[in-house]
């Protein structure tokens, strides 16, 4: 198992460069941005992998053209699902677009934190109206939040939200997720809808008008790279986030490593 050539990332490094909306300060560290955790060190076996990066990479350059996009990446773990998010966020980041990049549980969190007793005013819509003024954001491991039961409807409400903003003002959203958007019987009906269940009709709604048909990309049945033996596959080293990740909106502290 081979990662992507270097001939190939050189195409897909000159599509970025030759995109009228990048701006001209773009340089490339080598072959490819983003070092352990970039696209050319992505390994794509499997065909439901090389779909996978091809979406991925055409989602972030259509974020540096303008282009609203939604993009979901579903699947098992170790599918390569958080590399792929992670490449695009680091490209992004290394060409001068300036995003958000959260896991889902951290961004959980997040939210939480604004109705605590030292919380600011206003703290939430100010930072929703971050998210949502910033070209692009993605929300990684949606699903794994741990919620309460009674609390499902106020996390589908600050996704509400979340998709909503991104139809309103041409926000490019990427989430993955382990939550199949369908479970299909053998027979071809569908007996349940585990992605929809959990971020509510509403959202699930705009979701896919914000995606389409192309826009859910399947990677279950790929093996977990972290269960693969010694000799077949290494899981990505990870690298120290670089000086530009750190541009969101101020440095991240030590106690909030996923503030944007």
Not at 222 to 237: E, I, K, S, W
Request: glycine share 12%; proline share 8%; hydrophobic share 40%.
């Amino acid at each position: 198992m081979e990662p992507i050539t270097a001939a190939a990332q050189r195409v897909m490094a000159q599509a970025l460069i030759t995109t009228p909306s990048t701006p001209k300060d773009w340089s490339l560290p080598g072959d490819w941005p983003g070092g352990a955790e970039g696209f050319g060190s992505f390994e794509a076996p499997t065909a439901s992998q090389k779909r996978a990066i091809a979406a991925v990479w055409s989602w972030t350059v259509g974020v540096t053209a303008g282009e609203r996009r939604g993009l979901v990446l579903w699947g098992g773990f170790g599918a390569g699902k958080t590399h792929l998010a992670r490449a695009a966020d680091r490209t992004l980041l290394a060409s001068g677009w300036v995003g958000n990049f959260y896991d889902s549980p951290a961004w959980v969190k997040r939210i939480q934190s604004f109705y605590g007793v030292k919380a600011e005013p206003d703290a939430q819509d100010r930072s929703f109206s971050d998210w949502l003024g910033r070209p692009y954001f993605i929300l990684d491991d949606l699903g794994t939040e741990h919620v309460r039961a009674e609390s499902l409807g106020w996390l589908q409400e600050c996704l509400f939200l979340l998709v909503n903003g991104a139809e309103r003002t041409g926000l490019s959203l990427l989430i993955t997720t382990n939550l199949p958007p369908a479970v299909v019987a053998p027979d071809g009906a569908v007996t349940s809808r585990p992605l929809a269940d959990r971020v509510g009709g509403k959202v699930w709604s705009r979701l896919a008008g914000l995606c389409g048909a192309d826009g859910f990309v399947d990677l279950s049945g790929v093996t977990d790279y972290r269960l693969r033996g010694p000799n077949t596959c290494t899981a990505p080293t990870r690298t120290p986030a670089s000086p530009v990740e750190n541009l969101r909106s101020g440095t991240p502290s030590a106690s909030d490593p996923q503030a944007p």
